[in-house]
């Protein structure tokens, strides 16, 4: 199995799972780990603001087993100010590594001064950076999109100073900042960042199938992959792409049926009653899609009222569709 060092972490495989808000939860993290492969899970992006005062037994972004480890808390932050306090609170949570998004286009975020925004303000985000830097010694690392428009100069730059303010790896998501995701990820371009830099590189987009992740690792020369709504939809995928490029162990046989259940389960038990519905409706709407008539699935549950409904309503779609085994 190849491991990669980042910073004073080493994870094994090179496997991380994307930070998803609404997804990349403490249910979702279990059954992947469960399922074996992932060497590095992520929360979904927490807001620098907020974390010194949050509860963590309370606060559903937080919530977590202390099972699920290696965990990388993501933050989203605007101020330079605001990440000493923050970061004080993630090494009370435990975090083994600290993300930044400087990637993230949505227009709320945008006008919190963080994500993608931040990202094109030069001095704010070396601020936040070299802050970030001194206030931990835990692995840190930042997740960007290519920037604004293909401009090889300015992403050298940026990415070269984001390497000398004392990152210790770099997540690549193979987009230009308005661009959906419908289109292609140019992982050529990761590629490029990964020539210009010293530390690892993760690449990010797309990469739904061991095929897409072979394809990713060969055309961007990345040291490993960071994989986002793949893993709501196959929370095996990191297990066989494990198997199939680093020669980690088979996979065992997979029931989807009993793997929805194990996600209901421990959503149930985690999460107070209000937190799950949203919740489900989410995951199943990925995880649909590994079953031809899946839209069925997804409606089904969207239209339900409770957990309780919902799980009734996939038992009774899985009675009908699920005889093929994995899909
Ligand atoms: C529902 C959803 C929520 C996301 N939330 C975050 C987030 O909190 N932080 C972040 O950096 N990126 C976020 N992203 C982007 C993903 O981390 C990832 O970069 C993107 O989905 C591309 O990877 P994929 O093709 O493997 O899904 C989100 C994406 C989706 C679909």
Known sequence: ??????????????????????????????????????????????????????????????????????????????????????????????????????????PTIRRTGGGSKLAEEHDRVRQVVAAARRATTLPLSAKIRLGRELNE?????????????????????????KEPFSRRPRWEWIGKVKEWLTIPVLANGGIFSVADARQCLATSGADGLMIGRAAARSPWLFADINHALYGGPAPALLDRPALYRRFVAILTERFPPGRCLGRLKE???????????????????????????????????????????KG
Do not use: W
Request: glycine share 6%; proline share 6%; aromatic share 6%.
């Open 283 to 325: 995951f199943s709407h990925y995880f649909s899609s590994n079953y031809p008539f899946g839209h069925h699935l997804a409606m089904a549950v969207q239209r339900s009222e409770s957990v309780a409904e919902a799980l009734a309503a996939a038992e009774d779609f899985f009675a009908r569709h699920d005889h093929v085994g």
């Open 153 to 177: 100069e300015k992403l050298r730059n940026f990415c070269q100073m984001l390497e000398g303010e004392g990152l210790d790896y770099l997540t690549v998501h193979g987009r230009l900042h």
């Open 1 to 106: 199995m190849k491991a990669l060092p980042l910073g004073n972490l080493t994870i094994s495989p090179p496997l991380v799972l994307a930070p998803m808000v609404g997804v990349s939860h403490s249910a979702l993290r279990t059954i992947i780990q469960e399922l074996g492969g992932v060497g590095l899970l992520s929360t979904e992006m927490l807001s620098a603001r907020r974390l010194p005062s949050s509860n963590p037994a309370m606060d559903p972004f937080l919530i977590r087993s202390q099972a699920e480890q290696p965990l990388s808390y993501q933050m989203l932050v605007a101020s330079a100010a605001d990440v000493a306090p923050a970061m004080a609170a993630l090494h009370r949570l435990g975090a083994d590594a600290v993300d930044l998004n400087l990637g993230c286009p949505a």
